[in-house]
Every structure is written in structure tokens, then in C-alpha cells.
């Protein structure tokens, strides 16, 4: 017997799902890990409590299948983009401005460098913008640096190493300094493809001009010298420290590590539909969750405007990869049902029927429309998303959210339609997202869907007709876990590539296609998406003058 552990951190949760050689589940599991917010626009995670959370999913998986430790032939990891400090035995060092040193991982949606992220993108012409879509987020690495040696000193020079979250997952269970290829290229400004023709992947003008010179004076020791592709083994395996806590054998081979998003990507792209030839032109992974990411991945470098890459060989080896994605979507969601005033009677109402939140309102929304479509519930009801800033294609992290067509109802039905309208919002936004990939070169056509509102009826419903793609849903729900058990079957030498996995152990398991009746709906409500956007510009044009 052969089986593969694949271990998940989320923004909320860690998860482990325990996979035989055919990529079929047999055992999943989660704990919820602590986030601290001692800000506006800060949150912050522990690296200790999340290591908890990981060994208590394993544990878990182990006893539910009862399957022999010795069984489990590799593991693979993947998490958010999250910043972990440590020092040099290992210990977390605060990012907080608690002072608190439990308190370590400064979390991919944090935003508190935005200001340092406006003085990185104007740091000089550089060549790792090319590969970011034009300008870094401040949801990447390089500003969260920049903010920790400007605001907190004696972290800085108590900090013996940065990593990526998938990458100190790593380290925690084997030891090793090693960084994943996904991660430093995603996230740190290192060019891989550059790396793979004999030069540098770091760029040493760069560092210098963005205020981080010391990182590049060092050589990079504390950001990363060793960088391997997604699945090679680190280091000798588990070590036995590590071992004993997750109950699993020593020496157990680890996968280098992958963002959470991109084992979401490896879980879907590759699987054979209707024996159809893969065609990665057209095929779009989009990954729900607190954010939501889109994944294509093509033969050639497609640079394009607030798309993040293109990124060599940062999902799938030998390919290009380029990243949109939305900073807020099932958040936003929750933010906008959870601050509404009929959500208490909503909530009474789906405990009642025995629903969650999300059924509930879905049901009343059918019950609304009576024997009219759904979506014309929204005719004069329009948001836009950005509350959290847009990711992609606008990035713009000063965006704001707006909405259009309130009146002085806040019973449960306008909650409903509101409720509707944010979710044809985030539609919108994906659907402004495969437009640009298309217009660089893609011929986007089919989704592969996975996580958090992709388990959603109205949410695909909405996403497949404002897109006008097919979407496919997966055998494996959770294909971000399946996506690192596969990397964990590489570490082992199961699979000769991560392709090979990922022809072999993902299927799907439905398709949703468009309706073309909502054509002329949405494509007028589209452009209503996009004059929300602009007249936003304008309003701060008109009040910049005033300032």
C-alpha cells in the first residue's frame, strides 16, 4: 500500500487529507488556527500554533483510517503567503506591535506596508517588475520586509530567517533552509527562469534599491540560498522530532512546498476531461476561499498588466504561470451578510430550516424571483468588490468597495438581493480578470473550480453565465489538499513529475455550462461594474483637489 498525506493552512484552518496512489481520499481532517488583528488592516498568525494545528490534522487522518505509519510514502505541504519570522534556533520572533513573540506571521492579506509598497514600486526600473504584473502588492513579501526593518529594529536584527509559510512548514518538518521555487518567485521577487540559465535569481540592485540592501549584502542567507522545484525532497525527510509529533515514520519524504492557491491549480489543471487533449490555453483553476485565485498556465511568457508573473515554472514545472486574483471574496461575502441588520434574522431563520447561512439565503432568493430568473433580483442593485483593494487586473490597493441602488429597507430581503449582488460582483471581477488573459493570449474558455464559494450553487451559477464558461468541478473537492499529497507522491518517486501526477490522480465530476439567456443581463450590468470603478477614480480625483 502506497498513500500520500497532503497538509493545508489556510487563512482560518490548517487541514490534512490522507490519499491512497490513485488520488482518492480516505481520510480528511481540521483545526482552526488563531489570527490577531491589533490593528486596522494588520492581522497577524503563530508559527507555533499553526505547527499544533498541523500535527493534531495528522494525528487525525492516521487514526480515522488506521492505516500503518510505514504506508505513508510522502507528504507535501502548502499554505498561504504568509511572512514567518524565526531566529536562529528556530524560535518565533514578534512581527506584532504587541511586542508579543508569539505572534510571528504577518498574514498574506495584512496591509499595513502599503506605504512601503508605493516606495518599492517607484524604486527604480527594474526587472522583477516584469514578472509581477508591472507593480508588487503589498501582499507580497518585499514591502511586509521593508515595514518590519523601518517599524520594529530589534525584530529585524533578531531575525535569523524569512520565510514564505509553506516554505518554514518545511523546515519545521525536516530541518532544512531550503525555499520552494513557487514561493520566492510568487512572492520574493526571484526570477527563475533567470536562475535556471546559469544567473542570479535574486537581483542584488533591486534589494539595494528598495531599502533592503543588507538581505542582498548577506547574500540572501536569510531569505534563501537553496530554492528547489515544487516536489523535489528536502533535506533527508522527516526528522524525528518532527516524526514523533505527527505520528509518522522518520525519514519520510517531503515535497518542497507550494503556495496554497497553486496546489489548488496542480490538483485540477492536468486532469483529462471527456478525453479531451489538455489544452492549459484555455483552461482556467479558479481557487475560492477568503481571497480567490485564477491560475493559467501556458508554453510562453505572457506578461500582462496586473496580472501577476508571468513566473517560470512556479506551479507547473516547464511552464509559465500567470496569477489574478481577488484580495476579498468569500470575505467579502461574510462581511457583507455578517454587518447587515437582518443578519441575526437570517441566521435564526437558517438555524430553523436547519440550513447554513449560505443555503438559507440561496432558498429565499429562488422564493424572491417566484417564476422570474434569479439574477433579475439585482436589475438595480450594483457593488463593486475592491473593499479590500483589487489584486487583479487593476492593482490598485487603495480601491474601495461602493454600492449603487440602496434604499431605507434593511429587512431580510434586501440582505437577500445585496446578498446576490456581491456575489455577481466577485463574478464580474473574474470575468474582468479572463478578459485580460484572453487579450495576452489565452483562449480561456473552461473553469476548474475548487474551495470555498465554489461549493455554492448560486455562486457557479452566477460565475458560469456572467463568464460564459464551462465549469468543471472536481472528483476531489479539495484539490488544494490533493494538489500537496501529489507533491509529497513526487518527493517519493511515485510519480517521475508533477504532470504525471497530476494526469493521474485528478478526475473531474460535473459540468456547469452558461445560460445564454443572461447574456444582454450581464453584460449591461457589467459595464455598470466598470463605470463604478471609474467614477471612484474620478470622486478621488474631485477630492484631491479639495485636500
Known sequence: MQHYIGIDIGTGSARAGLFDAQGSALAKAVEPIKTGRPSADFAEQSSSDIWRAVCACVRQVMRASAIPAETVRGIGFDATCSLVVVDGAGSPVTISPTGDDDWNIIVWMDHRAVEQTARVNACGAFSVFDYVGGSISPEMQIPKLLWLKENLPATWERAAHFFDLPDYLTFRATGSLSRSLCSTTCKWTYLAHEAGAGGAGWHDGFFHAAGLGDLAAEQFRRIGQVVLPMGRPVGAGLTAGAAGELGLMPGTPVGASIIDAHAGGIGMLG?????????????????????????????????????????????????????????????LIDHII???????????????????????????????????????????????????GNRSPRANPNLRGMISGLNLGAGLDDLVRLYLATIQAVAYGTRHIIETMNAAGYQIDTLLCCGGGTKNPVFLKQHADITGCRLILPEEADSVLLGSAML????????????????????????????????????????????????????????????
Open 271 to 331: 486532469m483529462e476531461i471527456d478525453g479531451e487533449e489538455v489544452d492549459f490555453d484555455r483552461r482556467l483553476a479558479l481557487i475560492g476561499g477568503t481571497s480567490s485565485c485564477h491560475m493559467a498556465v501556458s508554453a510562453a511568457a505572457r506578461p500582462m498588466h496586473g496580472v501577476w508573473g508571468p513566473y517560470y515554472s512556479a506551479m507547473v514545472p516547464g511552464l509559465w504561470l500567470n496569477e489574478g486574483g481577488q484580495s476579498a471574496t468569500g470575505a
Open 338 to 388: 455578517h454587518s447587515h441588520a437582518a443578519h441575526a434574522e437570517a441566521e435564526a431563520n437558517a438555524k430553523s430550516q436547519a440550513l447554513d447561512i449560505y443555503a438559507f439565503l440561496n432558498h429565499r432568493a429562488m422564493e424572491l424571483a417566484g417564476s422570474q430568473p434569479v439574477h433579475l433580483l439585482t436589475a438595480g442593485l450594483h457593488l463593486n468588490p475592491d473593499f479590500h
Open 488 to 547: 509529497g507522491s513526487v518527493a517519493a518517486g511515485a510519480h517521475a513529475s508533477v504532470a504525471d501526477a497530476m494526469k493521474s490522480m485528478a478526475r473531474p465530476a460535473s459540468t456547469l455550462s452558461p445560460d445564454p439567456s443572461t447574456t444582454l443581463f450581464h453584460r449591461a450590468k457589467y459595464a455598470v461594474f466598470h463605470r463604478l470603478h471609474d467614477d471612484q477614480i474620478a470622486y478621488q480625483n474631485i477630492m484631491r483637489a479639495g485636500l
